[in-house]
């Protein structure tokens, strides 16, 4: 298609918002987290590998672009992009804490590159499978069903707090194995955590989010040296008795362990929360939509594009970082070695060159898995046959039981959490009525 053809189709879809000027902008601005999409559009259009001088990185913001990143894990690095970015400013005072009162400072061992990562990968991936994941299916439903009973009576709750952050902490513990917990520490740790590669927080905000991972860490500690002595069957054990083929390490470490399981308990919450956010939020605020849904909600088909469609136009993950290993080329940019950027995956689902009509909700666009919701290349989420399947039986259980789903505060006072990484909803008070 033309430039001239695309902008007239472009004149009737939906607006990405606000013109921006990139010169005086920064992605830092809580009123771009807030509202990106034209942030993303001027990019795109002017700069699409764009220097941000308050994150000092550079924004990665076409999807083509974000292939290549994605292609080479090796010139664009996870592991010194992560390292990086980590509790940025802070980093020698957050290992001081957690080595005197969490047992430990214990690196992301997922967050690494080939060849360290294939290893960590494989034994992940095994605990991931779709055929795995596809018989999990009904005790989800009961979770769901369980949440929605508690508050179908009401008439009103809030679609995050009530539904969204206890559903998937429920989820990911079950799958773990971890029987005691309090869903609201749990929430407060996940917190704690993405704060470290949020670039948002202060130094007394570092203090107090370290004391909440020496809580977490120590928590999971204990379960470990229990499945230690007695293995069970859960993801715990499984992680705890992994076996490789690598010769010379064939087992994970202690540490390895600690940070796996660690990265499991929070990549499986706060991102699939956030995505149950906004699918509530689509409910809420496009009833004709609701009612199709409801519709076909027992047309598989159906309900695994409307997931799709969901998770490209409102994607939870903003943005990962990635560290340049040497001088590249990039969208036409020269990168130095040790360049830090910003993967903006959220930008890429809006890349018009690839989605016609990218601000609209259309599930019959016929490229509708491209997007990259899920990352792409050796480092594509492991857990997205798991977020997939929470987010569709969320999507059918809600609109089986509830109607008239709608949003009880305007669009603009809905408020975002504080970071780059994710788009995520703080409140999201909903009224309905029971089916
Ligand atoms: C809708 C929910 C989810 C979204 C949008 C999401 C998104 C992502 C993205 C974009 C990446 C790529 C990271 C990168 O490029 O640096 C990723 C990686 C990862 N995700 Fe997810 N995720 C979700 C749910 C989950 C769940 C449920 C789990 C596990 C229980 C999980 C575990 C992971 C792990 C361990 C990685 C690192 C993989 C690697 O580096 O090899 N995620 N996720």
Not at 223 to 246: C, F, G, K, Y
């Amino acid at each position: 298609m033309s430039n001239s053809d695309l902008n007239e189709k472009m004149d009737s879809c939906p607006a990405a918002g606000h013109e921006v000027d990139l010169a005086g902008a920064t992605l830092q601005d809580p009123e771009i987290l807030a509202r990106p999409n034209a942030f993303y559009w001027a990019m795109r259009h002017e700069d699409p590998v764009h220097y941000d001088p308050g994150l000092d990185m550079w924004l990665v913001s076409r999807y083509e672009d974000l292939q290549a990143v994605l292609a080479d894990p090796i010139t664009f690095s996870v592991e010194a992009g992560y390292k990086e970015q980590y509790a940025k400013g802070y980093i020698e005072d957050f290992k001081e804490i957690l080595e005197r009162d969490g047992g430990g400072f214990f690196p992301d061992a997922i967050m690494t590159d080939p060849p360290q990562h294939t290893r960590i990968r494989k034994l992940m991936e095994g605990a991931f499978t779709a055929h795995r994941v596809k018989q999990l299916e009904p005790e989800i439903s009961k979770v769901v069903s369980g949440l929605i009973d508690k508050f179908a009576d009401k008439g009103g709750a809030d679609g995050v707090k009530d539904f969204a952050v206890p559903m998937t902490i429920e989820i990911i513990c079950a799958q773990l194995g971890l029987d005691t917990f309090d869903p609201q520490e749990i929430q407060r740790w996940s917190l704690a955590i993405t704060a470290q590669i949020g670039r948002m927080q202060d130094r007394e905000q570092m203090v107090e989010n370290a004391r909440e991972i020496c809580d977490l860490q120590n928590y999971l500690i204990a379960a470990i040296r229990e499945r230690q002595e007695n293995p069970r069957d859960d993801m715990l054990s499984d992680l705890v008795h992994a076996r490789t083929e690598d010769e010379e390490h064939p087992t994970l470490t202690f540490k390895e362990v600690v940070s796996l399981a660690r990265a499991l308990l929070i990549a499986g919450n706060e991102t699939t929360a956030t995505a149950l956010g906004n699918l509530l939020f689509i409910l809420a605020t496009q009833p004709d939509l609701a009612q199709e849904l409801y519709d076909n909600v027992d047309d598989e088909r159906y309900t695994t594009r409307f997931v799709e469609e969901i998770l490209r136009l409102e994607p939870p993950v903003r943005g990962l970082s990635r560290m340049t290993t040497k001088e590249v080329e990039l969208g036409g940019v020269t990168l130095p070695k040790g360049a830090h950027m910003l993967n903006l995956y959220a930008s890429g689902n809006d890349d018009e060159t690839v989605f016609e009509c990218p601000r609209k909700f259309d599930m019959n666009r016929p490229n509708i898995g491209r997007h990259v919701a899920f990352g792409g290349g050796v480092h594509r989420c492991v857990g997205l046959a798991l977020a997939r399947m929470e987010v569709k039986v969320a999507a059918r259980e809600f609109v089986k039981r509830l109607k008239d789903i709608k949003l009880e505060i305007p669009i603009e006072d809905i408020r975002y959490l504080p970071t780059i990484a994710t788009r995520s909803i703080e409140h999201l008070p909903l009224s309905f009525s029971k089916r």
